[in-house]
Structures are given as C-alpha cells and as structure tokens.
C-alpha cells in the first residue's frame, strides 16, 4: 500500500509522449517555491476553498467528534479526526476535500492501464511523480515492477534525495530519470530547502549512465546568477549530462498554501522575465548542453 494524491491521466509534460502521472504524497525536501505543498505531508490532510465555502457549518455538524472549527479559516483539530469523511461528504459545494488517499499497487495499475491505448500510439508510459515517489521506497518498486511487466515506459521525477540503495534498487526497472537540481551551492541549498545537496549531487553521479534528463527549476533571487549556473554547467559535464530543462518559477502553489492553512513562507521572487532565462540558456549551453525551457 502507499499514499497518492492524484493521479493524472493524459499527461503531457511529463516525459514522452502521452503519460499517466502518479503523484505520491510526502517529501523531505522544503522548498519554499512548491508549486505543489499538498505533496509535503506523508499523510492525508484536508484542503478548504474559502471562496467555495457558503458557510452553511454542513461539515462541523457532520463531525461526530467535533473536530472542525470555521471562521476565517477550516480548522481541523488532527488529534480528534479519524479521517471518516462525513465532513466532506457533508459539504455541498465541495469546498472541503481530502488530499491523499491509501491505495495498493493494483489501484494504481489499474488507472494506469486505462491510458494504455494512448501510450501505445503516443510512445508514451506513466510517470511516477510527487511530493517525492522515493519517499516511499517499496511501494514504488513494485508498481514500477508491475508496469515493467506490462511492457510500459517508466519515468521517476525525483529530488534525488535519499539513500543510493534506493536509487540501485530500482534502477532496472526505469527508463528515464527526470532530476531536479536546485542549487550547487551546499549551504545555499540547505539554508533555504532544508537538506544539504552533497547526498542529491552523489545520486545523480550514480545515475550518469543511466537515461537522465536534469530538470532546473528556475528561482529569480536563489539560483539565476551566473555562479551558480556556471557551476552547474561545470558538474553536468564533468559527468557527461546532455539535457537539461529549465523550469520557470511560478506562483501557482501559493493559493493551495492558503487553501491548506499552511504558513505562507519568508520568500519573495516572482516569475522570471525572458532576459534571465536567456541568460541561463546561453551559460548553459556553454557546457555542451541540448537546453530546453519547460518540460
């Protein structure tokens, strides 16, 4: 069994052709930019629209343990919730919901088959996404076994942030790498995200074999400067990288932190204009790299 949020059917942006993305829930990575923060938490949690909600208390008096309390904001009391769905069941307009549900491999398989024609006739194949699918290990393993044994393309969009003998546990069982690299600088990187980067840049030497595409997320303020993008260029072609796709900042996870009454982080950055990611092409492409912006 493993924790998912959604999974997203005719994918495009996500590997080739046409995919089924799973998106598993949990990540130990704090990147103040998520453009998905439901991910973060490694257990179900409700979300509120306010500008759905009518106020009408359907949810607080479906609650038989009073866990709910509304004025401004949905307040859920975790300590008293056991999750049995009344409230949202309750909720006319569908303002409250529930991120993350636990489901078995054959869940998750079955989904993904019902996308087979299109990654026939596309070249396409499912990719396993989050949050951070290596946050759940075992559970990963077998659906990408499973999918194998179907004949389907497997891709792992990963932060590359945990244990090697994960990475090699797998890594037969997939056909493409989609890694996310943030900073090079260590102390950068951890001051702002949370966790070092030695342990990510360790990773990616691992898989530099192995079908990778780099993905950068692209965050005026933190990582657009020349340094880093110097550094980067450095690294990946010391380890013989040839893609890499840059992926612009936005702001698009900011209204799910409110609708998840999540703290809204110290950063400010707005999306970057097209000078900046001229820039980071140009430096980039110094290095030998097939530079691509989005993906």
């Not at 989904?111 to 946050?135: A, N, Q, W, Y």
């Not at 990408?144 to 044994?149: E, I, P, S, V």
Request: aromatic letters at 8%.
């Amino acid at each position: 069994m493993g924790l998912v949020f959604d999974i997203k059917h005719y994918a495009i942006h996500d590997g080739p052709g046409i995919r089924t993305t799973v998106f598993m829930k949990g990540c130990p990575l704090d990147c103040p930019w998520c453009h998905n923060p439901e991910s973060k938490r490694h257990q179900p949690e409700f979300m509120w629209n306010a500008t759905r909600c009518i106020h009408c208390s359907s949810c607080m008096e479906a609650c038989p343990e009073d866990a709910l309390q509304l004025s401004e904001h949905l307040d859920v009391d975790e300590s008293l919730c056991k999750l049995c769905l009344r409230c949202v069941d309750a909720c006319y307009t569908g303002a409250l919901e529930l991120v993350g549900r636990e489901v078995s491999v054959n869940d998750v398989l079955e989904e993904i088959m019902k996308d087979r024609v299109f990654h026939e006739e596309s070249g396409g194949g499912v990719t396993f996404s989050g949050g951070e699918p290596l946050f759940q290990p075992e559970f990963l393993k077998e659906l990408l076994d499973a999918c194998k044994n179907f004949g389907i393309h497997t891709a792992v969009d990963t932060c590359g942030y945990a244990e090697p003998r994960v990475i090699t546990d797998i890594i037969n069982s997939v056909d493409l790498w989609l890694y996310d690299l943030k900073h090079m600088d260590d102390e950068k990187h951890t001051d702002t995200i949370g966790v070092s980067n030695q342990l990510i840049l360790n990773n990616l030497k691992l898989l530099r074999d192995e079908n990778v595409i780099v993905r950068f997320p692209l965050i005026p303020g933190f990582n657009d400067d020349s340094i880093n993008l110097h550094a980067m260029g450095v690294f990946l072609q010391e380890n013989e990288f040839t893609e890499i796709c840059i992926l612009p900042y936005h702001t698009a996870g900011s209204d799910k932190r409110e609708r998840l009454n999540q703290k809204k982080p110290i950063f400010n950055a707005v999306p970057p204009d097209d000078e900046k990611l001229k820039m980071a092409v140009v430096i980039l492409e110094e290095y030998g790299l097939a530079v691509k912006i989005g993906g």
